[in-house]
């Protein structure tokens, strides 16, 4: 059990590298992967604050990206 939470971790972790690099903050898909980060932070390796921080932060970067988005983005 422990290699798949820990592969499932870099791969999360290697995805949610790739998208905040080279995606808008306000991607759908970088949102939800955020989420989901978040989500499998919360319920499989269970630290007590790192979750809130994913799901937080990408939010908060997608909010501060809405002023520079022509309408084709939204």
């Known amino acids: 059990k422990n290699v798949v939470v820990e592969e ?9 590298d790739i998208s905040t690099s080279k ?27 790192k979750p809130c921080q994913i799901a937080k932060q990408a939010p908060d970067d997608a909010i501060a990206q809405l002023d520079t988005l022509n309408e084709d983005s939204y």
Not at 8 to 16: I, R, V
Request: charged share 5%; proline share 11%.
């Open 8 to 16: 499932s971790q870099t791969a999360y972790q290697e995805a949610f």
């Open 23 to 49: 995606m808008q903050p306000t991607h759908p898909i970088t949102l939800g992967l955020a989420l989901n980060f978040s989500v499998f932070y919360s319920e499989i390796l269970n630290p007590p604050h």
